[in-house]
């Protein structure tokens, strides 16, 4: 919204500064302010945890009035695990519409909402959140921890996954199909690595290689659509203590604003940090930092103890969006190091199951991981913090290796 009233804003005052007069546009020059990245996402963020602070107290109490409390897994299915959250029985669950909803509202009103790269988000980040309202809502209806069975969530997160991964390949602004050779090396479409080096939208990247690693063509649209649906489902495994998936969201959602800000300005990702930029990227920044501030005004009502959980209509919804951003900023490989904590807590699962099957053996007292740390005896919030700890700092070497060479 904000945008296009610079954009008129802007056509009105170059106008008059043809004709040489001074009319509406020159006393409201501040509106000169909305053509910059910086100040939108900013903003966005502000009025994300604004409508998160504000509309947070409201949704907890309409969820209460509706009975969606959580329904907890019981003693005979995790045993001691069940004494320590057994406090956590009935608090309410699908948060999570806080957050999508504080998310869209903000990149509505301080994004390009046409953008690719923010409309291509916005709409993963809105359809995984449906998924996981159905699924949320499967679990309070039937008062089991079981939601809608995994082969039927697997299936519809690839869908929508596979869905995201065409659009970004075949959207020229992005992939730079359908453009010219010129256009490409004036970075008007698609990417660009090094100066005067244009790289497609199959190609993988990682800031530790000056030139792109591998050119998997067609074949990068099944692999986008296991990055986002494997971020999906490890954002939803690691949401399973107070704030735990809140607070690593926030700081990967931040490295990843950082990342499509610098890879949307020429000389600091071409001749600098020698990262993929495209013309377009840098909007993306508005609608990760709408994700910060909702993350931060969640966080608020979802800290120990939780008057609140995102559910799954919040943990799928984040991870899409996480994953989408990493695909459109060409990072998708630095999102092992950037989202470690989600990387781990999705590992630790894995190993777990493969080990039991093999060897008949645990490695962990129980997965996630998180509460494998429970059960030797920390206490939940050390636990979360952290993890919030370790989260920020693998954000903060993520975005180091930008410049390490």
Same mark, same amino acid.
């Given at each position: 919204?904000?945008?296009?009233? #610079?954009?008129?804003?802007? !056509? ?12 509406? %546009? ?8 909305? !053509? ?15 409508? &998160? ?8 109490? /309409?969820? @209460? ?47 390009? *909402? ?56 075949? /959207? ?6 359908? %453009? ?29 290689? /000056? ?10 649209? *099944? ?27 926030? &700081?990967? %959602?931040?490295? #990843?604003?950082?990342?499509? #800000?610098?890879?949307?300005? #020429? ?37 120990? *103890? ?54 008949? /053996?645990?490695?962990?007292?129980? &997965? *996630? ?34 410049? @390490?060479?």
């Amino acid at each position: 919204m904000l945008p296009a009233i #610079y954009d008129f804003w802007f !056509q009105t005052f170059e106008a008059e500064k043809a004709a040489g007069i001074e009319g509406w %546009a020159h006393t409201f020059s501040f509106l000169n302010l909305f !053509q910059y990245i910086t100040f939108r996402a900013a903003s966005a963020g502000l009025l994300a945890f604004l409508l &998160s602070l504000t509309f947070g107290p409201r949704v907890i109490r /309409k969820l @209460i009035s509706l009975k969606v409390g959580q329904p907890i897994r019981t003693a005979d299915e995790v045993h001691k695990l069940a004494e320590l959250h057994g406090g956590k029985l009935g608090t309410p669950t699908m948060g999570g519409v806080l957050i999508v909803g504080s998310v869209l509202i903000s990149t509505l009103v301080f994004a390009r *909402p046409l953008n690719p790269f923010v409309a291509v988000c916005a709409c993963t980040m809105s359809a995984c959140a449906l998924l996981g309202l159905c699924d949320d809502y499967k679990k309070v209806k039937e008062k089991k921890s079981d939601g809608v069975s995994g082969r039927a969530k697997l299936f519809w997160q690839f869908f929508i996954a596979l869905v995201a991964a065409s659009f970004i390949y075949f /959207k020229p602004e992005i992939s730079g199909v359908g %453009a010219s050779a010129e256009q490409l090396a004036a970075g008007e479409a698609g990417f660009r690595l090094g100066v005067g080096n244009p790289i497609g939208i199959g190609s993988i990247c990682f800031p530790l290689f /000056k030139t792109a690693l591998v050119n998997l063509h067609w074949l990068v649209i *099944p692999f986008f659509a296991i990055v986002i649906v494997g971020c999906s489902n490890a954002v939803n495994l690691t949401d399973g203590l107070d704030g735990l998936a809140t607070g690593c969201t926030i &700081s990967t %959602a931040l490295a #990843y604003a950082l990342l499509a #800000y610098l890879a949307g300005h #020429y000389f600091m990702a071409v001749e600098y940090l020698v990262i993929p930029h495209n013309l377009y990227i840098g909007e993306l920044a508005v609608f990760l930092m709408a994700l910060v501030g909702a993350g931060f005004g969640f966080l608020w009502f979802n800290c120990h *103890p939780a008057k609140v959980f995102m559910g799954d209509t919040g943990s799928l919804a984040i991870g899409g969006a996480l994953g989408s951003a990493a695909i459109c900023t060409k990072q998708e490989l630095l999102l092992v190091i950037i989202g470690g904590v989600f990387v781990m807590e999705a590992m630790s699962v894995i190993l777990q199951v493969a080990s039991f099957k093999t060897r008949g /053996k645990r490695i962990f007292k129980m &997965s *996630p991981i998180h509460h494998h740390f429970e059960l030797l005896g920390w206490h939940e919030n050390q636990v979360i913090i952290r993890f919030w700890t370790l989260s920020i700092m693998l954000a903060m070497f993520g975005v180091a290796l930008l410049k @390490i060479l």
